[in-house]
T-cell receptor, first 109, second 114 residues
Framework: KNEVEQSPQNLTAQEGEFITINCSYS?????LHWLQQHPGGGIVSLFM???GKKKHGRLIATINIQEKHSSLHITASHPRDSAVYIC???????????FGTGTLLAVQP | KAGVTQTPRYLIKTRGQQVTLSCSPI?????VSWYQQTPGQGLQFLFE???????NKGNFPGRFSGRQFSNSRSEMNVSTLELGDSALYLC?????????????FGPGTRLLVL
């Protein structure tokens, strides 16, 4: 079993829909990151969380440390949100970054 | 500030050769991490360097090595290339090496081993 699990693996939405991507992890962590990767490879860090909730524009990230779970929400989705969203945690025995397998999001106009 | 730069962007090598990839962090950043991304394994951590010292290492064979220079630029080397080393190699920098810090990623070097 992977230490970081994301769901769903693939997601197709219509423009304007509310989107939720989930991340569960099995190790103790010091921080959780949400990353966005567009076709071509470039990765952008969206959020870093150690507790609670953060909001940036239409993006909201939450984390529940007790349940070892985080969610990334996108409100009023737009085709430009189409990308792979990756959850990563810093933790475990070696305190290195451990990545989920990513969620491929396609937002159709 | 200029972002993280990686050179070269694309590289084709043959099995058995070696390769050196370069990463220049954002000015003032002292921590550089390297990652490998493949379709099968996804993103995996390779190494982390801070102030010229390797602070953490992922589960990769000894063919993968790296170093960091006094100006924080970093290189990684892969010797005796194998087909499975074909991947996107990403580096990321952060100001220090605090767990709470945001990492800034470079565009990556896409390596193809034939």
């Amino acid at each position: 079993k992977n230490e970081v699990e994301q769901s769903p693996q693939n997601l197709t939405a219509q423009e304007g829909e509310f989107i939720t991507i989930n991340c569960s992890y099995s190790v103790g962590i010091s921080a959780l990151h949400w990353l966005q990767q567009h076709p071509g490879g470039g990765i952008v860090s969206l959020f870093m969380l150690s507790s609670g909730k953060k909001k940036h524009g239409r993006l909201i990230a939450t984390i529940n440390i007790q349940e070892k779970h985080s969610s990334l929400h996108i409100t009023a989705s737009h085709p430009r949100d189409s990308a792979v969203y990756i959850c990563a945690v810093r933790g475990g025995a070696t305190n290195k970054l451990i990545f989920g397998t990513g969620t491929l999001l396609a937002v159709q106009p | 500030k200029a972002g993280v730069t990686q050179t070269p962007r694309y590289l084709i090598k043959t099995r058995g050769q070696q390769v050196t990839l370069s990463c220049s962090p954002i000015s003032g950043h002292r921590s550089v991490s390297w990652y490998q991304q493949t379709p099968g394994q996804g993103l995996q951590f390779l190494f982390e360097y801070f102030s010229e010292t390797q602070r953490n290492k992922g589960n990769f064979p000894g063919r993968f090595s790296g170093r960091q220079f006094s100006n924080s630029r970093s290189e990684m080397n892969v010797s005796t290339l194998e087909l499975g080393d074909s991947a996107l190699y990403l580096c990321a920098s952060s100001a220090n090496r605090l767990e709470e810090e945001t990492q800034y990623f470079g565009p990556g070097t896409r390596l193809l081993v034939l």
